[in-house]
């Protein structure tokens, strides 16, 4: 993919992937609540393992575009 594209579908990702990272905020509040459970757990990894979410992090990763992992 050229630089130009990757920056362009990354920074402007589809209503699909947006949809897919809100799901993970949304889990990650509610598994870091009082009230989380392990259901959050289960449907942030399954979420996290999608390959729409790997190949968008991975572009972003490219770019330099998040934190490094540990």
Request: glycine fraction near 2%; aromatic fraction near 4%; charge should be negative.
């Amino acid at each position: 993919m050229a630089e130009e594209n990757r920056k362009s579908w990354v920074l402007k990702p589809s209503a699909v992937i947006l949809i897919k990272l809100g799901s993970i905020a949304v889990h990650a509040e509610e598994m870091l609540s009082e009230t989380g459970h392990h259901f959050d757990v289960e449907v942030l990894k399954a979420l996290l393992n999608d390959s729409d979410v790997k190949t968008w992090l991975a572009e972003m990763d490219k770019l330099a575009l998040l934190p490094k992992k540990r």
